[in-house]
């Protein structure tokens, strides 16, 4: 059974940056997705990528602050996050799709611990 890592997470000011990393136990040959939790929120989607890194897809939220990316020979997916805001603090968390660039939750198999990020103004 895959496992899924994540770090990266941390505290930062309003307009900076965060990498955050997801590390697989096993081979990646699947689309890898990012969600976040804020608290009393429903988790929601974030971004997507297949699993030869040819084509993301991602929410309106963080389109032109976040991008996805992998190294597959790391089994590593990214979430490289850029001019963050408050509304962007919640537990991130990455997992595997079973069904492509899927922005459901029920798509996912396989989800990671999380890790934290908070944003202040």
């Known amino acids: 059974q895959v496992q899924l890592v994540e770090s990266g997470g941390g505290s930062v000011q309003a307009g900076g940056s965060l990498r955050l990393s997801c590390e697989a136990s096993g081979g990646m040959f699947y689309a890898m997705g990012w969600f976040r939790q804020a608290p009393g929120k429903e988790r929601e989607f974030v971004a997507v990528?297949?699993?030869?890194?040819?084509?993301?897809n991602c929410a309106d939220s963080v389109k032109g602050r976040f991008t996805i990316s992998r190294d597959n020979g790391k089994n590593t997916v990214y979430l490289q996050m850029n001019s963050l805001k408050p509304e962007d603090t919640a537990v991130y968390y990455c997992?595997?799709?079973?069904?492509?660039?899927?922005?459901?939750?029920?798509?996912?198999?396989?989800w990671g611990q999380g890790t934290q990020v908070t944003v202040s103004s």
């Open positions: 997992a595997r799709s079973m069904r492509g660039l899927s922005a459901e939750i029920d798509a996912y198999n396989v």
């Open positions: 990528i297949n699993w030869t890194g040819s084509n993301t």
